[in-house]
């Protein structure tokens, strides 16, 4: 039977952290601001924003809304990112994906300042984390090895395997394991013997976006399984890549969906806001 990872408690000791430092930030006359941007109406991202802002007003910073209509035109979007790279109460931007469709994501992620990037997916940012020598790191792979650290789980050495190769989650989750001297392998749709390769991970990611797309039979006995899917079944119950009930009695560590990787995303935006902060004060 595996070890529970849980997102909750690892999350809550995070934003305990931040919130200590915040006060003490606060003492000194500065209090972190994040601004989140979001464009149209997509229930999810409607969500994730809300809990963001609770996130923020929990560890004592400060947060603004821009809610912008569907329709808003590139140009307004970068003049908004603009205004808020400008804009010194404000430490941190993020830009709530995916955008509609008509808005160039990738140009709206390069007008932030990366000194603002709180994401950490500005290009500049990106290539800090592969050369190994950061401010920001990624919110969801940051947040899984927060929970690998605090579970006492040694990354070096050990087969890695990372499904999926985003950039907001598989490419970065890589390289931070590569960072600990994990043996790192990326999988993706096309990838051969993929059953194969996953079940030789020690630790094993997934973070493909497809329910319960990890069962048993991918799974080494005593492997590490770390589980980024966020899916919503007909139902309407949320599950993850990995079919929890088949995997979990082979694992050592697990961890569940809901309240696993899903609170550690927020926690280490949290964490990087507090870091931009810092940094646009000199205090690092
Ligand atoms: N959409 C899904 N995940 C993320 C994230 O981590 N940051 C932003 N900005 N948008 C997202």
């Known amino acids: 039977m595996a070890q529970i990872i849980s997102g909750k408690e690892v999350s809550a000791k995070v934003r305990a952290e931040v ?10 006359g500065i209090c972190p601001g994040l601004a989140v941007i ?37 140009e307004e979007l970068l003049a908004l990112v603009e205004e808020l790279n400008n804009k010194p109460e ?18 709206v992620i390069n007008a932030i300042s990366p ?36 579970a006492g789980i040694e990354v070096s050495g050990k087969n890695c395997v990372v499904i999926g190769r985003s950039n907001i989650v598989g490419k970065p989750m890589a390289m931070l394991l590569l960072h600990e001297n994990g ?30 797309f990890v069962t048993a039979d991918m799974v080494k006995e005593g492997a590490v399984v770390l589980d980024v899917g966020i899916n919503r079944l007909d139902n309407g119950k949320l599950c993850g890549d990995v079919d929890f009930e088949s995997v979990e009695p082979k694992a050592s560590y697990i961890t569940p969906v809901p309240g696993g990787v899903g609170p550690m995303t927020i926690a280490m935006l949290m964490k990087n806001t507090l870091k931009a902060a810092k940094l646009q004060n000199n205090i690092i």
């Open 115 to 150: 000194m603002k990037d709180v994401d950490a997916f500005h290009p500049s940012n990106v290539g800090k984390i592969m050369i190994g020598d950061y401010h920001f790191l990624p919110c969801t792979p940051a947040g899984v090895m927060e929970m690998i650290h605090t």
């Open 183 to 212: 043996t790192v392998t990326i999988c993706h749709s096309k990838t051969r013997d993929l059953k194969e390769i996953c079940a030789a991970a020690d630790i094993l990611v997934a973070a493909v976006g497809r329910p319960k």
């Open 19 to 28: 919130k200590e430092e915040c006060d003490a930030l606060k003492a000194k």
């Open 38 to 74: 979001i464009v149209g109406d997509d229930p999810a991202s409607r969500v994730y924003v809300n809990n963001k802002k609770k996130a923020c007003a929990d560890v004592g910073f400060i947060s603004e809304e821009y809610a912008l209509p569907a329709e808003t035109t590139q």
């Open 90 to 107: 404000i430490n941190g931007i993020l830009c709530q994906l995916p955008l509609p469709k008509h808005l160039d994501e990738t140009a």
